[in-house]
């Protein structure tokens, strides 16, 4: 008995010691992981198969997403700029891996926003092919293009102003896959913000968009922002009206232009009959 408590007073100091050194060595990775600037792998073999891009699902955490592919948390949230409290978006796509020659294409299910704002799905601009109309021929009767229908604008107390004080270089024509207005302009021009609202999305996960900027409003509004140079704000940041949110480029396109698109739930409408003339 006496040898047995013995052994316990030797033992019990080096249980108390391995907690210490623990408690350090856990303070000091999360110290070490704050602060770096590339990807902290944690575990190199869930790394490897880990994909470019995750797509967040209902009950996921950035933390949890983090420990499944092997990754320090931290590290993926300054990779995605997100800031503490680290909160992230059924449908929001999270990069995973730093550079990669085959990066994998986000979801279109855009994400769902803070409280303030009337919770809803929201599907990214897509190009899609275009029926044209066939030549008629002798022995066959001409084949028209269906009449693409026409989405007016909604009553909204919103105060919508031009995104650009460059010129119209291409009007709205679904026909011709022209989702919105294209405006003109030179590297750096600003980009603004043509309602209250607030950033779902800014990223460039749409290769055909380049740096592509999406604002919820209210009454069922989406603005899209696309091609910008650098982007100026982050996801679930709001903003006002003419507030500068990017700067114009080329990202995803052949020049330098800002494509503005409106969608009203969902469906893209004419951006030329709800912003000002002049």
Known sequence: MLLARSQLQIQMPKVWIKTIFLAVAVTSTLLVTG????????NPTRYAIAPDYYTVRSGDTLSGISMRYGLSYI???????????????????????????????PSTQALTTAPQIQRQTINLPTQQPVSLPVTPTPTAPAVTT??????????????????????????????????????????????????????VYAADGLKEYGNLVLIKHIDGYITA??????????SG??????????????????SVMLEFQV????KPINPANILPVS
């Not at 909160?87 to 990066?103: D, E, T």
Request: hydrophobic share 35%; with cysteine.
């Open 35 to 42: 602060c770096a600037s590339k990807p902290q792998i944690n």
């Open 75 to 105: 590290s993926v949230a300054e990779m995605n700029d997100i800031a503490p409290p680290y909160r992230i978006y059924v449908g929001q796509s999270i990069r995973l891996k730093k550079s990669a020659n085959n990066v994998s294409r």
């Open 146 to 199: 269906a009449q693409v229908p026409v989405i007016p604008a909604k009553s909204t107390s919103l105060r919508w102003v031009k995104p650009s004080n460059g010129p119209i270089i291409a009007n709205f024509n679904v026909t011709n896959n022209i989702k919105g207005l294209r405006f003109g302009g030179n590297q750096g021009d600003p980009v603004f913000a043509a309602a209250d609202g607030q950033v």
């Open 225 to 234: 922002y696309a091609h910008n140079s650098k982007m100026l704000v982050k």
């Open 237 to 254: 940041q709001n903003v006002n009206a003419g507030q500068k949110i990017a700067e114009m480029g080329s990202s995803g396109a052949n």
């Open 263 to 266: 969608r009203l739930d969902g």
